[in-house]
């Protein structure tokens, strides 16, 4: 772990859960919220939350059915608020995981997080209303997440005068499967203003865009932040 | 060389140019020629182009610069007409050479082409008219010729009610560059009714998609075609 | 969902029961009853199958052993019948739960739908009869479904004047295996009017081969059909 | 040509110059000429920038041996100002053409731009004072563009609280060549707060670290933007 | 160059022509002439067949246009003769250069050739005539040539109760292009009694037919041969 | 099933297990026993057999602890004996079921079967007595199963004047591995006489050597053998 | 097994255990202890360390909760010191098992093994102290363990002047995981002085430097040392 | 450049040739040449040698016909000896300017280089002599520079007891041409003590194998070395 990576980087260190033994896993998620008042827990299973929750019977757990990501709070946490908007879209109902991760990111940088779901390309034409709401509301920064095609990013892109961060989903079976085809076509976009991040890194897209969100926030508020060298 | 295709299948054979010599080319077209009264000969240079109209003067050649198909036809050939309605779209201006022979490969086996030009996804906006516009015409069947990110397959097929068939491009560099994004993308397509073939196969393209509108002309006329069995 | 899929595109939406829960899937399955009159459940597991017929006991199930689909009715469901004829070829007994799921889609289409097994080129001298008889029976498209070395789609399109449609499946192991072999020599086919779908992408190659048939069978009957616009 | 994507985006348009005849690239820069007072090339060749120059006596054109991308200016260009700024931090010296490319871009989109060249990790220690000086300097947002093992903007990233755009490169050989592993390595980064754009795309680095550092600097400038809506 | 190499294995030398200089190809030619009467040269340009041509006034040269293959003979050469019989199929017209060159190696090894060309599964009826013509002649070992699709090889080996020795070639663009797809199909074949080498590597191909059939015809001729040891 | 491949073939039909229920796996070896008396039974897990045994208790079953293969016989089934000679050698004991599972196809096929185990390019030095033991021996070809790099076919091509088939088995992990690069090494091989099978296609080495050594066995005894045409 | 390896080769044989029954691995340990006097068994799993506890009453076993790799030793076995100094760098606390295998081979082989974990490049400042301190005891050779980005190890060989063995780690998930993009990245270095093993292969990465630090140490002892011959 | 990198690494700074124009390597040239003494320059084209020849007619160039590596001294420079002693091994003939760039990397860095060319597998019992005399001779550590199968390095390394650096070249065609099978199958090697660098990447191996053996020398002579610290 990177106690300090907040400090120095403004961005939250998230425990990583997979192959953690639940001991390891409450000795890691202890320290965090100790130290931050907060953890946040990636890749984790319904039983390690169970485990959890049973040895931290005090701390309010954040997770849902299917989600893959958990966030714990200490009894009296209370949320950071930079004032940073960020939109979050889902191409299909099978990218919500990433996107509640992202989220979770997102806030915990202090952001405000919209998410618009199922806005995919097999329809497209149920996209513009949400966009052109989205602008309206002064939205800092857009997460796309998108499996299969990966197509959404791109048209999502194309439209928009703000940065938009590609999170390619491991949704889909066969040729470029896995997310493959997702993240080629992310990179391969032709619109301008697309950046991307590793299939399903759903920490990384939060962490973009809740750095730029937070920026520009800071910049709104005429306030500048300090943090610690290296 | 197959020259009994056209009546077994109902696709014109077509002349592939690359590394044949002046000599070679110019045989294949002259017994295409004597035998269906044209011949399309595909992946051709200009310098092939140029040695071809010295050799055959009085043969009229359909290509343009940055083609690289040709369509050559006798003095006094004239086109079949099925009835059948084709709709090409692409989605950059560097797809157009792919675009060009699809047509003509469609063209050859009757259809009437229609090609729409860059409507791509970095503007998605600009699709709708054209596309809507085309369904009120009777199109039969919709070629969608992309490179790059190759999202515009996936978006017009979520929209309409007709068959799609995506074509690659290579278009494109980088990871996934050549077409490979573009395929794996129209492979992994969240909408149904999508099917494709290689990347700059639009000879491909054209055949398939003459197959079906044919299909759908003869069966509104009430014809039907005898073929040649195997 | 896209619940107004059909009346748009003429195909029907289709449930993924992967990762699903009981309760979702039988949500999901629930309202698609009620507002289309059968459902149909897509990379279903035997169990999720149990539950349903538990908790729907009226409903009528379409599922074998080893299936991965199942189509599911209510009671006095009446067939579409549109007098779109469509056939699908395996090349081998592991491909029939493909072959099974393109029928599905294509039937819930109004298609009429003939399977013929086993004919693949490990003894092509099978083929021959089958084939012409399809031809016979004015078949309005092929589709042809193969793992391992994908060869069949390429030998059939070398003979018919019809569409077809290579279904490539997840069969077989080593370099190529999981279908990318099949897939690829679909891709690569030297024979004209085939074109291609993802490995196990059964729907969409019903969908395709649906949507071609019933423009076919539409003409041939002189209706036409109004589609929802987007 | 999308000559409305300034106004739309933001961002400028690019003329794509591979495979242009002399003609057409000299009647795509006179076209973006008249309408925005400048134009920008890429893949631009040494023969094509001489015949612009002869064509275009009176344009300013801003080139450099060995660079793969030109900006033309009209007499009296006056370039805009937005008080963004950005740093562009290259690993090698075979770098600089992308640097070059992404520079002209974010220029163009008005923000100030810095260049350190030569800080990759064969010799990391040389890293620290330059990135010291650059946070201290207010840089909004950095790009690093890196070949070969793709390890500097992790190292950045890991560093710095400020948005990082991993720019990979086609510099390399052999197994992870033309950029591959550049990428690859930059999409596995460790470092929570890098995106990526595909290899070699500094147009697109140049466009996504523009849009942040304009976002940044309306809002310390208290202005707002209009954008044409789609 | 490994002098002894027919001695110990029973297969010719084949010298490289490819980057070597005329001076270089020239002695090594030169120096096998002298040792076995005749060179085979692979890779070899229209230009150094020129010069060997030149250099090399008294010796017979096999060559035709197009090939990539050479095979040279000092004066009164006399073919060995082992009564083994090799067919060699080709399935489309661009891949006689890989049936040339393995024409050339087998016949070296003693064995008697027949290439049956065309005979691909874009109209696989014309394969079954000359089947049982090479079966009613006795050949020992089928080489089948085949780029695209590969799919030639897996009919005929599920046909015929002899070897088969798959011969993939780089023929086909596009994904699995340059004979990616042919040799996967190949590999992946459903026939047993199939065995492939890499692309384009017509000398394995006539090497380990070669092998085999000289080895029954051996077996036929009671005649039994000496190698060197290893 | 092909049941007619042995008299068509003469290669015998093999039951592929994996993904079969007890009932079909019983049902399939049942139909396979009456025609042929013996049934081959590939990818078969431990409980597959078990469930054999019970239900076929009469059945003699030639299976092992750990082999992925069983040969069940009826009582007194009498073994095919041809003559042909073939040996087949494995890199590391990894490779056992590999060798296994050839050396039952062959056998099947009336060869006599000599396995040399554990002599791969760890310690080459201990190669050289068993091959020439083998050569002394008549051997009409060798099977070489080898995983992880995959050398040890290239080794004794380069040093025997027989066919050598190639069997890459899934052995290894890491960049090439599950046989990735032993396949991939030996279609690159630099020894001539080497044809090779797909990844742990023990079938199709034990058939192609099977169809070769029975060949020379047949010319050795002066008989000709009879096969069903297609 | 070869167990005369460490004999003619100075590494000791490593038994893998993954798909080994208990009676298997229990015979393969108990010879090795009784030639050697230890035994390293890697690839085992928790089950099978507790099986081999139970057998092999007597035996000290070095194993943690979580490593791949066990180290048993008879009582009374004296551990070799050659005076050989290893040092093991860590990008991150998942590549542990791979630095404890690696540690394993390298003591086993007489090293003396300094491991320094958790110094990966998303924070690369913590780099500096650790490795000069490593410089200062003399270190003869450094591995470099990394998984994800694969930074770490091109770091460190810009810095120091003695050989750095990378050894990357199949940890991280996405484009490049599994180890493939930290292997990547490895080969691309733009520093000299890094060799590389494939992902995983601990044992390769501590019989190299074994081997290296071993050579110094005999040299600066000024002792020489025989092996068996091949 | 990085001209401190032999003070602070022991390795020499490598000019890379290719991109750069007559002037620019003119330049960096003389200026390692005034530092150092000599300058390595690799990927070098005859028309560089032949230019670099003209404008510096004082210095003495190491270069051969079809090599694309030049070492070239000032007069009067004189050679770097350590003491340590390596051995460069070839498997064939298109390997040698791997062999001859990794030797002037090894000879500048002080080393005495013996190459040993053409004892690839293809005929293995070649190999054994030459080996045991070079162990005989107390070399240090061995480079095997290998294409094609790449199977060399692992046999070399099976038998001696001294590091091992495999040096894929890119040398063959078809599937895993390029050197990417020689470099997968030395990743794969069954033979510890092999650590291996990318394809052609010469200067890595002799740079690896150099540290290696100047730190066994310095051992030897015990001498110390100091090195500029980072």
């Known amino acids: 772990m990177d ?10 260190e998230v425990i990583f859960a997979e192959h953690k033994s639940a001991e390891q896993l409450n ?6 919220l100790e130290s931050a008042g907060y953890a946040i827990v990636s890749r984790v299973s319904p039983l390690q939350i169970e485990a959890l929750r049973g040895s931290l019977p005090d701390v309010t757990v954040d997770y849902q059915d ?4 958990a966030w714990l709070f200490l009894p009296g946490y209370r949320h950071r608020r930079t004032g ?7 191409a299909g109902s099978s990218d919500w ?32 209303g949400p966009l052109r709401r989205l602008l309206d509301l002064g939205t800092d920064a857009i997460i796309v997440a998108a499996g299969m095609d990966g197509a959404l990013p791109s048209v999502v892109a194309g439209l928009v ?6 999170l390619p989903t491991s949704v889909g079976y066969g040729h470029g499967g896995g997310g493959e ?20 890194n759903a920490v990384g897209a939060g962490a973009s865009a809740g750095l730029i969100a937070n920026a520009i926030a800071r910049a709104r508020s005429g306030e500048t932040e300090e943090h610690e060298s290296f």
Chains 1, 2, 3, 4, 5, 6, 7, 8 share one sequence.
């Open 161 to 166: 005068p703000i940065p938009v961060i590609g």
């Open 27 to 32: 000795q890691s998620v202890a320290q965090l």
């Open 97 to 128: 995981p990433a996107a509640h991760e992202a989220r979770i990111v997102a806030e915990a940088m202090g952001c405000e997080v919209d998410i618009v779901s199922d806005v995919g390309v097999a329809g497209i034409h149920r996209l513009f």
């Open 84 to 90: 940073g908007k960020i939109a979050i879209l889902t």
């Open 181 to 200: 085809a997702a993240l080629m076509s992310m990179l391969q976009t032709c619109a301008p203003g697309l950046s991307v991040v590793n299939i399903d």
């Open 3 to 12: 106690p300090r990576r907040f400090e120095r980087k403004g961005v939250p």
């Open 66 to 69: 299917g989600a893959r990501t």
